[in-house]
């Protein structure tokens, strides 16, 4: 891909304080590293939250409040 595989990460500093502490985020392509680290930069920035990752054809990441 032309895309410079870092793009997404500043975005993560805007994004993280809009979101509710309730939220929940669902990234596709996890198997990807690209998808995977960002997937791993985001629960990292929510600590209130636990990652599941479904495994199908490319993986789901699921992030969302614990408990």
């Known amino acids: 891909s032309s895309t410079n595989p870092d793009a997404r990460y500043p975005a993560l500093a805007h994004l993280i304080p809009l979101l509710s502490p309730k939220a ?12 995977r680290k960002l997937a791993d930069a985001i629960l990292a920035a929510l600590p ?20």
């Open 24 to 35: 929940t985020i669902v990234l596709d392509d996890v198997f990807r590293d690209e998808e």
């Open 48 to 67: 209130g939250h636990t990652m599941r990752i479904l495994s199908h054809e490319k993986g789901t990441a699921v992030i969302s409040p614990k408990g």
